[in-house]
């Protein structure tokens, strides 16, 4: 199995920034694209970012895309969010998550991901 635990949440005002981590452990060779999501009050959990096994491919939703910047560390087991010009309607809970297969095909189903982290709480003021 493998267990993903994401950090870097916290307060900011609008505008600001925040750096979120996530590393995974535990059988880590079944790791493959590594993803972020997000699920606000009341809403569904959404699609954020996404990047391939390799890092050689991105995918970001067109709320957060120009604002955010995804990147992994396969010798960590890292992934990260790097979150600029953030705004009050990116306050929710961020997961990131991880498929057990890779493809030139950039994954954004959250049923695409088995693997998932308890979440880390943005809250962005105005």
């Known amino acids: 199995q493998v267990q993903m635990v994401e950090s870097g949440g916290g307060l900011v005002q609008a505008g600001g920034s925040l750096r979120l981590s996530c590393v995974a452990s535990g059988r880590t060779y079944t790791v493959r694209d590594m993803g972020w999501f997000r699920q606000a009050p009341g809403k569904e959990r959404e699609f954020v970012a996404t990047?391939?096994?390799?890092?050689?491919?991105?995918r970001y939703a067109d709320s957060v895309k120009g604002r955010f910047t995804i990147s992994r560390d396969n010798a960590k087991n890292m992934v990260y969010l790097q979150m600029n010009s953030l705004k009050p309607e990116d306050t929710a809970v961020y997961y990131c998550?991880?498929?057990?297969?890779?493809?030139?095909?950039?994954?954004?189903?959250?049923?695409?991901?088995?693997?998932w982290g308890q979440g880390t709480q943005v809250t962005v003021s105005s």
């Open positions: 998550a991880a498929t057990k297969y890779s493809s030139s095909y950039t994954y954004i189903s959250s049923s695409e991901y088995a693997y």
């Open positions: 990047i391939t096994w390799l890092g050689g491919s991105t």
